[in-house]
């Protein structure tokens, strides 16, 4: 097997995820690093045996076979649109960019470029997350509440929404793209934020925010988002169906029926390592196990978005409307 060369775009807490990750991975490297912080790429490079290199443009001419970007939400644009020109594969961290213009400019690019894309929501590759979608097989959903209840991330960027997209676009994303996962598309959405920031130096974003959305399947359901906790409480969705009930995290799945309840439980580490692999099988040419390609993505992203302006405005929209 010869080796995959991996190229890291952002050099940060979640590029040192998918290092390790990667380099675990039989017969794949992390050959370059790169980052407007030059001593982070360096740190992280020295991790992994990997060379450091001074932007995008010299990481590209390096001929890596892929490409990860994991940069913060607002910079997003001028590298995939590099990458894409360089003809690459490329893994893109959620969210995938702070507005919509921009996703769609890049999913645009994609489509016509035929490029090899995933995105990092990885909670689709939980076995937690696949055996949920097996019970629902041929059961309707009827309600799904969706949380995310946590502190606010310790990366400056984080609580200003300009430069993140605020915690549902940045955060409950995850929750959104379950939901979407397992009970189909959302069609309208009515959010409200508590219009106060977490008490977190320059945060100018909501401390909480709720949302009712309604599906295409005739489904409802409520998501729930903080940041004003010191600790993670809880970041799942409950779904009910009829005569069942799931209640989902990323570590467990209760499956409650009239039969009884079963527990089964996995690792987050499961999903980080399965959206790795998928990714690099598909550069490979070995498997096309990608679940989250950059159009999918998109839809997750046009939702997340709707939450966002619906809380905004005060007003119900659909995801379209975030295209205007
Ligand atoms: N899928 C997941 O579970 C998961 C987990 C954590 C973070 N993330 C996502 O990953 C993204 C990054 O998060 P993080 O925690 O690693 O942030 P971070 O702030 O720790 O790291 C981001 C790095 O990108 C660098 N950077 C900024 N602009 C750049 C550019 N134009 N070119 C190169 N480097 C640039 C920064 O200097 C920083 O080192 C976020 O969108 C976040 O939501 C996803």
């Given at each position: 097997?010869?080796?995959?060369?991996?190229?890291?775009?952002?050099?940060?807490?979640?590029?040192?995820?998918?290092?390790?990750?990667?380099?675990?991975?039989?017969?794949?490297?992390?050959?370059?690093?790169?980052?407007?912080?030059?001593?982070?790429?360096?740190?992280?490079?020295?991790?992994?045996?990997?060379?450091?290199?001074?932007?995008?443009?010299?990481?590209?001419?390096?001929?890596?076979?892929?490409?990860?970007?994991?940069?913060?939400?607002?910079?997003?644009?001028?590298?995939?649109r590099?990458?894409i020109?360089?003809?690459?594969?490329?893994?893109?961290?959620?969210?995938?960019?702070?507005?919509?213009?921009?996703?769609?400019e890049i999913?645009a690019l994609v489509?016509t470029g035929?490029?090899?894309?995933?995105?990092?929501?990885?909670?689709?590759?939980?076995?937690?997350?696949?055996?949920?979608?097996?019970?629902?097989?041929?059961?309707?959903?009827?309600?799904?509440?969706?949380?995310?209840?946590?502190?606010?991330?310790?990366?400056?960027?984080?609580?200003?929404?300009?430069?993140?997209?605020?915690?549902?676009?940045?955060?409950?994303?995850?929750?959104?793209?379950?939901?979407?996962?397992?009970?189909?598309?959302?069609?309208?959405?009515?959010?409200?934020?508590?219009?106060?920031?977490?008490?977190?130096?320059?945060?100018?974003?909501?401390?909480?925010?709720?949302?009712?959305?309604?599906?295409?399947?005739?489904?409802?359901?409520?998501?729930?988002?903080?940041?004003?906790?010191?600790?993670?409480?809880?970041?799942?969705?409950?779904?009910?169906?009829?005569?069942?009930?799931?209640?989902?995290?990323?570590?467990?799945?209760?499956?409650?029926?009239?039969?009884?309840?079963?527990?089964?439980?996995?690792?987050?580490?499961?999903?980080?390592?399965?959206?790795?692999?998928?990714?690099?099988?598909?550069?490979?040419?070995?498997?096309?196990?990608?679940?989250?390609?950059?159009?999918?993505?998109?839809?997750?992203?046009?939702?997340?978005?709707?939450?966002?302006?619906?809380?905004?405005?005060?007003?119900?929209?659909?995801?379209?409307?975030?295209?205007?």
């Amino acid at each position: 097997m010869s080796t995959t060369k991996i190229g890291l775009i952002g050099a940060g807490g979640v590029a040192a995820r998918h290092a390790r990750v990667l380099s675990g991975l039989p017969g794949v490297q992390v050959s370059g690093v790169t980052d407007v912080v030059p001593e982070a790429a360096r740190r992280l490079a020295d991790e992994h045996g990997a060379q450091v290199y001074a932007d995008t443009a010299a990481l590209l001419d390096s001929a890596p076979d892929a490409v990860y970007l994991c940069v913060p939400p607002f910079a997003h644009g001028d590298t995939e649109r590099a990458v894409i020109a360089a003809g690459l594969p490329m893994f893109v961290e959620k969210p995938i960019a702070v507005d919509h213009g921009t996703a769609a400019e890049i999913a645009a690019l994609v489509e016509t470029g035929k490029v090899l894309t995933a995105v990092g929501h990885h909670w689709r590759y939980l076995p937690v997350v696949e055996r949920a979608r097996e019970v629902l097989a041929g059961r309707p959903v009827r309600l799904i509440t969706g949380s995310w209840l946590d502190k606010t991330p310790p990366v400056a960027w984080w609580p200003i929404g300009g430069r993140s997209g605020g915690p549902v676009v940045e955060q409950a994303a995850h929750v959104l793209d379950l939901a979407r996962h397992l009970a189909g598309e959302v069609d309208e959405v009515a959010a409200y934020g508590n219009g106060t920031p977490p008490a977190v130096e320059g945060a100018d974003v909501d401390g909480a925010t709720t949302a009712i959305l309604r599906f295409a399947s005739g489904a409802v359901g409520t998501l729930a988002a903080t940041c004003v906790l010191g600790w993670k409480h809880r970041a799942g969705l409950e779904v009910y169906a009829d005569g069942l009930a799931l209640s989902l995290t990323e570590t467990e799945l209760v499956i409650r029926d009239g039969d009884g309840v079963e527990t089964v439980r996995c690792e987050p580490t499961d999903g980080h390592v399965g959206v790795d692999r998928a990714f690099v099988r598909a550069v490979r040419g070995e498997e096309d196990d990608i679940r989250v390609p950059y159009a999918e993505a998109l839809r997750t992203h046009e939702l997340a978005l709707a939450v966002a302006l619906s809380a905004a405005e005060g007003r119900a929209v659909t995801p379209g409307a975030v295209r205007a």
